[in-house]
């Protein structure tokens, strides 16, 4: 999983050079770059969570404060969290009430749904949206225009509840193109199918021919809508809604949310709340994961290694995004911190025969074998599997072996860390474990490698040109242009972004016959593959903001510097 240089960017008006000004925060960044002897404040306690989701507490008074009486600073801040947390129960009931409110507009029920979950609190209404998008199900849609066509597809299938593409038959002829009539008058109409078709499955090619001809349309209608529309379509042709990391859609969609004529005051309050706390609890992550990467002191005993724990976190908190995964944030930013060191150790540092020894040590599993281990591998003894992927990777290189592309994607997706991730994720969250889903674990669903081969190309076209400076392994592009004997990188690049998009269509294959996985472990499947579409998608491109930029926003926002939202 190499991180080294990768441009990190939000696909949305948040930091769009085209749509919006960078915010203070950012503007603070670079002004606090600037100043040569500035210094970070030393690190707080560290704070453990439960993985668990903790229930709302319903009582009506705060119970007393016996245990804590003796701490005003601690006083006031419970009181300033039990203060939140009515706050946070009254506007769930209202919200709750606008759900559950009797109405015929289907399509008022189906907006609402869809900005509960854009804006990352669907996880308090799961069973009225349950509920709802069941009635969705069964009811006769043949009447709905392509918005609504659209927009119930979309949500059905995003939440895994039953249905095909034969809804959009009436509007889409054999060549997956739209009737005229509809296409030069419904700009929304289009853009809702545009969105719907990047969930396409399997044997939906209509559906899938329908992404590029809507998207051809969206482009070309631009001179003819609305700024507000522009902005809107300018922003799905960037990346579209299924693509997109939850908690950067989260906070991007409350600015746009709070605009909304006819928008829930609840809901937004709610959501605004949400992000607050979000913003507290990343900060008190954050102190312990770098408290104990301190003290672990690897950086210092090899000088070599990769000191990025900042940018694990960014990963992590695009893979679990949910308040109840504090746990699992800190753990596996912790793991994959070790793993990037372990990568160091193949790609940099090691000789080919000390390689094999740490190997053959690691594989016996004998931690006599150690001794004739040097130091600096005697720190990383741990997973089995993706060294064989490092070692692999290592072989190729000392012969100067360009493999097939068959070959390095089938290497690639283990040493990219996706298997070793999902699984250690799967454990720690606790959900859905049982005889049956751990035999799934090996060999490993097939929802984790599609998952993890988009990872490894998306990283392949972010970081291919660095990694050749620094003489590492032969990229999925080289491996492409070597098999098919061309040289043009352009058009290597091109195809592979066509095997992501043939890889998101396996994705989705699990939305729409969804396996024995507890859901937890498939959104994270999903949520792997869009953080590495955010974080790679530009490559090289200056004009974004790199991920040297988003970890010191991180580290702003772990000691006060965080943008909060006022309840009004």
């Given at each position: ?45 560290p704070l453990f969570m439960s993985t668990k989701c903790q229930s709302i507490s319903s009582s009506s008074s705060p119970p ?444 989705n294959g699990e939305l729409k016959a969804p396996s024995a996985l507890p859901r937890s472990i498939t959104t994270a499947c999903f949520d792997l ?40």
């Open positions: 999983m190499q991180m080294a240089g990768v441009k990190f960017i939000s696909y949305s008006s948040l930091y769009s050079a085209t749509f919006s000004k960078r915010p203070s925060v950012i503007r603070e960044v670079y002004s606090l770059k600037k100043k040569k002897n500035y210094k970070l404040p030393r690190f707080g306690n007393p404060l016996l245990s804590i009486d003796h701490d005003p600073g601690m006083v006031a801040d419970y009181y300033d969290n039990y203060k939140s947390t009515t706050s946070e129960e009254l506007l769930i009931k209202k919200v709750e009430m606008a759900l559950r409110k009797p109405t015929d507009d289907q399509s008022y029920k189906m907006r609402l749904i869809d900005s509960i979950q854009r804006l990352g609190v669907g996880h308090y209404f799961e069973e009225e949206i349950k509920v709802i998008l069941q009635m969705l199900s069964d009811f006769n849609s043949g009447q709905d225009d392509l918005f609504n066509t659209g927009l119930r597809f979309r949500l059905l299938r995003h939440n895994g509840f039953p249905t095909t593409s034969d809804v959009f038959d009436k509007f889409i002829n054999q060549k997956g193109e739209i009737e005229d009539v509809i296409m030069g008058q419904d700009t929304l109409g289009m853009l809702s199918l545009y969105e719907a078709s990047y969930l396409a499955a399997n044997c939906e090619e209509s559906l899938v021919k329908a992404m590029e001809f809507t998207r051809s349309h969206l482009k070309s209608s631009m001179p003819f809508i609305t700024q507000k529309l522009q902005n809107e379509v300018a922003k799905a042709l960037e990346l579209p809604r299924h693509l997109r990391m939850a908690p950067l859609e989260a906070r991007n969609y409350i600015d746009e949310y709070g605009k909304e004529l006819n928008h829930c005051p609840a809901l937004l309050d709610l959501a605004k709340l949400e992000f607050n706390e979000l913003q507290s609890l990343h900060k008190r992550e954050l102190t312990e994961i770098i408290r104990w990467w301190k003290q672990l002191g690897l950086v210092e005993k090899l000088g070599f290694a990769r000191d990025r724990p900042l940018e694990c976190f960014l990963w992590v908190v695009g893979i679990f995004p949910g308040k109840c995964y504090s746990n699992v944030r800190i753990e596996l930013a912790k793991t994959v911190s070790i793993l990037l060191v372990i990568d160091d150790i193949y790609d940099t540092y090691g000789s080919l025969d000390e390689l094999h020894l740490f190997n053959h040590a690691i594989l016996r599993w004998d931690l006599g074998a150690m001794d004739k281990l040097p130091e600096y591998m005697k720190i990383c003894y741990m997973w089995l599997d993706i060294f064989d992927a490092f070692l692999t990777e290592a072989e190729w290189f000392d012969k100067k072996y360009t493999p097939t592309l068959e070959q390095y994607l089938t290497n690639g997706v283990t040493s990219g860390g996706s298997y070793m991730a999902l699984v250690h994720s799967f454990f720690l969250i606790g959900h859905g474990i049982t005889d049956q889903t751990i035999s799934m674990m090996h060999p490993y669903p097939e929802i984790f490698s599609h998952s993890g081969k988009i990872l490894r190309l998306w990283d392949d076209l972010g970081t291919a040109k660095e990694e050749q400076e620094r003489g590492d392994v032969a990229s999925s592009i080289d491996c492409y242009m070597k098999e098919e004997n061309i040289e043009s990188e352009d058009e290597a690049r091109k195809h592979i972004k066509k095997l992501i998009r043939s890889s998101w269509i396996e994705l593959a869009r953080t590495a579409q955010v974080i790679y998608q530009h490559g090289d491109d200056q004009s974004f903001l790199s991920v040297e930029d988003h970890v010191t926003l991180v580290e702003l926002m772990r000691w006060g510097y965080n943008e909060y939202f006022s309840l009004d």
